[in-house]
């Protein structure tokens, strides 16, 4: 899987929008961008993905870049429950995939009440 | 609709003692599964992944070994666990040839004193 980049950490506040930013430079043209979310003491759980389009979901939306070497994980109404840590993953295809997610140390979303 | 079972939630085990977590899933057939691992302070690293009965994938070489004996169970075992085996296990799935998406587990934590 290709590498992406994600803030640390980032803070809102409860009931504002939450733009979790990722950037993925060496993309290639069959990488998927999926996002999942990780609350304290829990398993990951799945978000969103897209490839080139935005893409709303009852959870969130994803903003793509025109030149898809960044993308955005908007959460449009944040709750403290959407405090977690967030990941940005490029998957090859977005069929049939059978290897492992490589997570790397994702966004850790702080919201305050 | 598919769910997935992992236990136990939590476990203390002695240095040298043997280890076997389980993992079911239902409501699917035919599933990938996967095993990953979160030490302290680490992210998600992917210990194993299957497509199917008897084929296991290691990805990562260990004191740990994964088994699959029926299309739907996935078992994690050790002979004898080591300090650093300690940390919080998860067992994922994702549709055999089907959308790429992991579903995750409420995983099991892991101490090893």
């Known amino acids: 899987d290709a590498k992406t980049t994600q803030p640390n950490s980032m803070e809102s506040n409860e009931e504002e929008p939450v733009h979790l930013p990722c950037n993925h430079s060496t993309i290639s043209g069959t990488d998927y961008i999926h996002w999942y979310r990780q609350l304290p003491s829990q398993g990951p759980e799945y978000v969103i993905h897209?490839?080139?389009s935005n893409v709303n979901n009852r959870m969130a939306s994803l903003a793509i870049a025109e030149d898809r070497k960044s993308s955005t994980l908007i959460l449009h109404r944040a709750t403290l429950r959407d405090a977690a840590v967030y990941y940005c993953?490029?998957?090859?295809?977005?069929?049939?995939?059978?290897?492992?997610?490589?997570f790397g140390k994702g966004t850790h979303l702080i919201i305050q009440p | 609709s598919q769910t997935i079972h992992q236990w136990p939630a939590t476990l203390v085990q002695p240095v040298g003692s043997p280890l076997s977590l389980e993992c079911t899933v239902e409501?699917?057939?035919?599933?990938?599964l996967y095993w990953y691992r979160q030490a302290a302070g680490r992210g998600l690293q992917l210990l194993f992944y299957s497509v199917g009965i008897g084929q296991i994938s290691s990805e990562v070489p260990q004191n740990l070994s994964a088994s699959r004996p029926q299309d739907r169970q996935f078992i994690l075992s050790s002979k004898k666990l080591l300090l650093s085996d300690s940390g919080f296990y998860l067992c994922?799935?994702?549709?055999?040839?089907?959308?790429?998406?992991?579903?995750f587990g409420a995983g099991t934590r892991l101490s090893v004193l």
């Open positions: 994922a799935w994702s549709e055999g040839g089907g959308k790429d998406i992991q579903y």
């Open positions: 897209g490839l080139t």
């Open positions: 409501g699917t057939s035919n599933p990938n």
């Open positions: 993953i490029l998957r090859l295809g977005g069929w049939g995939g059978a290897d492992g997610l490589t």
